[in-house]
């Protein structure tokens, strides 16, 4: 084989068969709702099952809504009520001390009198401030729960 081409055989390529051949497809659906309402599609497969299926659910869902409604009134409505009972009383509170000084001072001992009523007014001045804070945090905490429901 001096200066000639070398040859190399190849086997043949392995026979296919028809299986190798067949595409094979799958397909997978899901349906997903959230709420006590399924979609229009769905709801009416219920009255396929159960008689008035369909009305039944609808039914269960405006009673869920409206309780919970009551619910979140009643709630609003306590700690108003919690609110507006903390206020008189704190202010009960603060007009009983502030007198209290007023007397003080009458009596004849200034620097107490004037204690009591600068330590009354700095009270109030406190709570007020730190509730501000609240409330501020509250709806920051609220504007950005919002923003990230929105982002989903």
Request: net charge positive; proline share 7%; with cysteine.
């Amino acid at each position: 084989m001096a200066g000639g081409k070398r040859l190399t055989k190849r086997p043949p390529p392995p026979p296919q068969s028809e299986a190798s051949h067949k595409l094979v497809q799958s397909r997978i659906e899901t349906e997903i709702f959230s709420g006590p309402i399924p979609p229009p599609n769905l709801l009416a497969k219920y009255n396929d099952i159960i008689p008035n299926g369909a009305d039944r659910i609808l039914a269960m869902a405006e009673r869920q809504s409206a309780h919970r409604e009551s619910l979140e009134s009643k709630v609003v409505n306590g700690n108003l009520s919690n609110q507006k009972t903390g206020t008189i009383f704190g202010f009960i509170l603060c007009l009983v001390v502030i007198l209290g000084g007023v007397y003080i001072m009458a009596i004849g001992r200034n620097g107490w009198g004037f204690a009591a009523i600068l330590s009354a007014l700095a009270s109030l001045a406190t709570v007020f401030a730190v509730s501000r804070s609240q409330q501020r945090k509250e709806r920051v905490e609220k504007s950005e729960a919002l923003a990230s429901r929105r982002r989903r």
